[in-house]
Every structure is written in C-alpha cells, then in structure tokens.
C-alpha cells in the first residue's frame, strides 16, 4: 500500500478540503491511503471520518514566521519516525514550499505542489507568501493545479498537470421536493432568494455580495439572502448588515452539514470574489441547476451550465442587481437548465489522481 502525505491547514469544511475527501471516499484504499498533516492543533469536521476511512491526521505546528525553527524541528522528527512516506501533496498554495522543503531535506523522493487559487490574501504574511511563491518550483518534484489559471500562477512558467476539482454530484441534483421542505424550515416562504457558500473572508468579498443584495432587495422587496460559513470577517460583514437595516432579510447560517440541500432553497448563486481557482461550491452550485453570477477574476474554465454568467467585478452593485434580477425574470425554470458536464463529477474523474500517484511511485 502507498501511504501519501496531504498537507492542509486543516480537515474543516471548505473547498479543496471537501475536493480531497471527494478523491479520498473513491480511490481504492488498499492500494492507496491518504493521511493528513494539519497545521493547527484542533481537530476538523472531517478528522472523524478520515480515520474511519483509515487514515492518520497529524498536527503540525502553525505556520508563524516567528516559530519556523520550532517548526522545522517538529517536521524533523515527524519524517525520522514516519520513512514510510515517499509522496507528500501539498495543497496550501505558496506556504507549501515549507513542508516541502522539509520533505525535501529529509529526502521524501515525490513532493507534490498543488495550486488551488489565482492570487494571494493580503494578510500579514503576504509579502512572505510571495518569496515563497518564487521559490517552491526549488522544493517541489512535481506540480498540479486545480485549473489552468491556478496553475499558471502559482508555477510560472512550468509544466503543470491539472486535476480538477470534482463532486459527487448526485445529491446536488435538482429536486423541488427538498427544496420546498428546505424553504419550508427556513421560513422562505415564495421570496427570491439569493445564496452564497464560503469563508467569510477577504477572498470572498462578502461585504460587495451584502451591498449586492441590498441593492436587489430593493428591486425585489421580497428577497432573502442566505449566507453559508464562518471566517474572520464575519463580524464585519453583520455591522454592515445592521447598518443597511436588512437584518431580517439576511440569513447567516454558519457551517453547515446540508448545503446540498441548501442549495436547493436558493433561487440564485452569487459570488464576487477578489480570486479563486476553481470554486467547488461553484460546480456544486451548477449541478443544482442554479443560476450563478461570479464576478470576472473566478475564471470561466468552472463554467458548464447554460445559467452561469460572469459580471465585472468593478461594476457597482446597482448594476450587479439590475443584471441578476433581469436574468432571473426571463430565465428558464430551473429543472429545463442544461448541465451535461462529466470534468467535475468525481465517478468519471477519480482514477486521474489515485493513477498520477501510482505512476508518480513507480518512478521511485
């Protein structure tokens, strides 16, 4: 059995971590098994059924550019007790030049980078992000991407493979049995509902989606807004709820364990993101038959429903609401919209990672 090294932040709810679960309930796991390096010290939403699944999750220290030394000593040790890893995959987009420069000194032979975005947060550790962007094609042996642009940008210039981001799509489908069920525990009545799934954070723009919205709303005063996560900037994102006066148009659900379902409530899928690679919850969204707006930096290789449409990020969310709400009033009903796309369902894409990983070991 080949046992490969993922490195995450952690195992929560998110989009690349929800893709790897994807990969990891289809590979054939007596050939192939997943563990996890994490690197935060609490346990996530799906270290359960990791280890039901029968892999490990380790918790490596946090990334802090003040307690590298620390780190580097903890990944010492780690690869001294564990030689049986010989692929490691690494999956934090620039950050992951550290565990891979570990894995390199340690002589891990297959150390895998994989892009997952088309840019960089702006946090603290931003300027550090970049130095480390420009170094990892020194520290990987291999390169993978989620998408063309995530790709290009994280390796420039290098030969990259792409896998992509699929889903089990079936409970995703379209079924107006749980969607009426679902309306029906929220309380939605007949309004329009406008749905959005993702880390509360900078990345994602909420605070345009509520200025989004608030512009919709008045429109179509019947609406609602459901917002599906957690993150840093939730806090902020209420203030400005609160200061619009739409409180009770605005639902924060946090995490959640039934977004297939949720998805089936909304009436339309909006996301004006800074950046991404290629959103699972976008292809999620699509195979729900939603109609979904993103904004001009998500790039089009996600796109696979006839409903889907991309509005320049720059446009003022007067303009943003005039065109989702145009679209909405003359679009087909939701069950006639056109979603044949096989790239991002996990049944018919699955081999293409537990193969690249068989051939990759072959080579040692």
Not at 172 to 193: A, H, N, S, W
Not at 208 to 237: M, T
Not at 332 to 351: A, F, G, L, Q, S
Request: glycine fraction near 6%; include cysteine; charge should be neutral.
């Amino acid at each position: 059995m080949i046992r490969v090294l993922q490195c995450v932040n952690n195992m929560h709810r998110a989009g690349l971590e929800t893709m790897l679960m994807n990969y990891y309930r289809r590979i054939d796991r007596e050939m192939i098994q997943f563990d996890f390096l994490t690197h935060r010290p609490e346990r996530a939403d799906y270290d359960d059924e990791i280890e039901l699944l029968g892999g490990k999750v380790y918790y490596a220290p946090r990334l802090y550019p003040h307690k590298l030394p620390q780190y580097y000593a903890y990944m010492h040790r780690f690869f001294a007790e564990h030689p049986e890893y010989k692929i490691m995959h690494s999956h934090i987009d620039s950050m992951s030049y550290l565990p891979l420069k570990a894995g390199k000194k340690a002589g891990v032979p297959i150390r895998i980078a994989h892009s997952h975005n088309t840019s960089i947060d702006r946090d603290m550790k931003y300027w550090l992000k970049m130095y480390y962007r420009e170094c990892i094609t020194g520290v990987a042996t291999d390169f993978l991407a989620c998408g063309e642009k995530a790709g290009q940008f994280l390796f420039k210039g290098r030969t990259f493979d792409v896998i992509p981001n699929a889903i089990e799509k079936k409970p995703f489908l379209f079924d107006e049995e749980i969607r009426k069920q679902k309306r029906q525990e929220l309380g939605l009545g007949d309004d329009l509902v406008i749905g959005h799934i993702g880390r509360i954070s900078y990345q994602k723009n909420h605070r345009l989606l509520v200025q989004i919205f608030n512009s919709i709303a008045k429109l179509r005063p019947n609406s609602k807004l459901l917002i599906i996560g957690v993150g840093e900037k939730e806090e902020e994102i209420r203030s400005l709820v609160s200061k619009l006066g739409i409180n009770d148009k605005v639902y924060f659900l946090g995490k959640r364990t039934d977004v297939n379902e949720l998805y089936q409530a909304m009436d339309a899928f909006v996301m004006p993101s800074f950046f991404e690679g290629v959103p699972v919850v976008g292809v999620e969204a699509q195979y729900s038959k939603l109609p979904c707006f993103f904004s001009d930096r998500v790039p089009e290789e996600v796109k696979f429903s006839e409903a889907t449409s991309f509005i320049d990020l720059t446009d003022t969310p007067d303009i943003w609401a005039s065109k989702i709400c145009d679209y909405l009033s003359k679009c087909p009903p939701r069950c006639e919209i056109n979603v044949d796309e096989d790239k991002y369902d996990i049944d018919k894409t699955y081999k293409l990672l537990s193969d690249y990983y068989l051939n990759a070991y072959k080579e040692i």
